[in-house]
């Protein structure tokens, strides 16, 4: 497999991980939020900047298969 093919796998792969992390987490927080709905601006914040994170490290993986590429 040529190198462009193993930096597309291991992109479709950070991509796919991100996705079940991203959704591990908004359940959990979605859970916590019908759970106790006095914290809802709590969790939510916590929620938003978990996202972010978990999206920047696909953002992190995409930028690379570009850096790696050239």
Known sequence: MPVNG???????????????????????AMTAMGRQP????????????????IEALTIYAFVSVFVLQG
């Open 6 to 28: 193993l930096l597309a796998l291991g992109l479709g792969l950070a991509a796919f991980g991100s996705a079940l992390g991203l959704g591990k987490a908004i359940e959990g």
């Open 38 to 53: 006095e914290a809802i601006p709590k969790i939510q914040t916590a929620m938003i900047i978990g996202a972010a994170f």
